[in-house]
């Protein structure tokens, strides 16, 4: 036994020794060695491959953008708005006839619990300028709150004892949301005398002489199957969050809306705004509501009827921007996942389709769907956040300046160019929109491949002017919240995962790239990381009163 005792010292001393001759930087050189021969051997190639397919779907997008730019000078230089390239000529009062020569209008309000806004709406509507006796204001009204439901229906029925011809309607379930309440709304009997529906989601208030500036397009046009106005924002200003809102939203409408009207191609209804024919709702087959863009699937059907749309950018309505980061991210993921899972739905439709031409095929699916609506998100989250960062981390991959500077540039000025008030806030813009792009990415998938949330449909929340109310002097809120959250649910309100793993990742690539890199990466990378760790930190957006704050 003491023998054996006096080994294990010496024994143990012997290890030591051993291990300690093993330098720690021979250590390091040997991890640095095998990270270099997976870099070279399996990463680099796939990464080409990648920076390739990348590459192909900028210049895709690229070449969109310009020969949208392109018509969009053809159109301003020449002055070629929607009353030159159509007959529009103004109604005009008949004293014999009376208001029989007025279009029988038909007006949808869709709502569902919109305390904050349900008057506005409503008074909007009912402020239209147009004979009495030949319009009908429609509330569709899918509220769940009894109380939010009273105060709707008591609203219709203080218009109503004004004179105003308005029907609040209710319907006992939900079935199809917006799709299906609007689609329930035209199976009234008094539906039958009319000839046109205008359509205003909650938050929408058009001006007096709407009517007037749009029903005369479908009069001395019979090949006319909707009218769509141009959107306002009402509170661009409230935040960095609605500004740039604003810029990709203005481009939607002064650019890719007005280059579909113009080159009678086709456009989306944006699902409010817009006045339809009724007889060209009944012909592409009404509303479904088997994906969670309805307007959008309406307008494809109808344009595949041979029905022509026009987009009339002078007439603008006024709405509300989401000013929560919350509303954003579920407005996002309805807006990338619909149209997905609606061009494969309908693609083959499309290509089958004896009925329009080749060219507006083309612009359907190539144009509208597949560039703008799929190309468009894989690329601006792929390209930014994986593979430029990615490959700070692999030298022997190159990415050529043209795919990595002057062509984003290029699409950037582009885009920014139709909000020049905000042009300042462009790099802001930039970074904000390649963090949404991650959500719009998944959103696209999901629509693809049909998953889990295909069908979630989650009402885009109206702050009104509540917010403004609801604030003092010192910019906080004026009632504090009865109820305090816990810790838990603080946490989970405010901090988003993905955002900063994403953004953990971007960070751990620029550092890298300080250290080792050669072409200059972090230069972008750490604006980008920030942008994603600001995000999911929850610093975006507005804070509504009922929070924790």
Known sequence: MGSLMEWVPLATSFLQERVHGIKKSDIIDGIAKIWDLIRISFIAPVLRVCVVICLIMSLMLFIERVYMSAVILYVKLFGLKPQKRYKFEEIEDDIERGSSHYPMVLVQIPMYNEKEVYKLSIGAACGLSWPSDRIIIQVLDDSTDPMIKDLV???CQRWACKGVNIKYEIRHNRNGYKAGALKEGLKHHYVEMCD???????????????????????????????????????????CIMTRIQEMSLNYHFKVEQEVGSSTYAF????????????????????WKDRTTVEDMDLAVRASLKGWKFVYVGDIQVKNEL????KAFR??????????????????????????????????????FFFVRKIVCHIVTFFFYCIVIPTSALVPEVYIPKWGLVYIPSIITVLNAIETPRSFYLVINWVLFENV?????????????????????????????????KTKDNNNKPAIKPTQIPSLLARIRERVYAMELCVGAYIFICACYDVAYGKYWYFIYLFGQAIAFFVTGLGYVGTRIPNSWD
């Open 153 to 155: 229906e008591l609203e």
């Open 196 to 238: 046109l529906v205008a359509i205003f989601d909650a938050d929408f208030t058009p001006e007096p002489d709407y009517l007037y500036k749009t029903v005369p397009y479908f009069i001395h046009n019979p090949e006319i199957g909707l009218v769509q106005a141009r959107w306002k924002f009402v509170n661009s200003d409230e």
């Open 267 to 286: 456009f989306g209804f944006n699902g409010t705004a817009g006045v339809w024919r009724i007889k060209a709702l009944y012909s592409a087959g009404g």
């Open 322 to 325: 989401p000013s929560t980061f």
């Open 330 to 367: 579920f407005q996002q993921h309805r807006w990338s996942c619909g149209p997905a899972n609606l061009f494969r739905k309908m693609a083959m439709e499309i290509i089958r389709n004896e009925t329009v031409n080749l060219w507006k095929k083309v612009h359907t699916i190539y144009s």
């Open 436 to 468: 949404m792009s991650m959500h719009r990415t998944k959103g696209t998938f999901i629509g693809l491949f049909e998953a889990g949330r295909v069908n979630e449909w989650v009402v885009t929340e109206k702050l009104g002017d509540a917010l403004l």
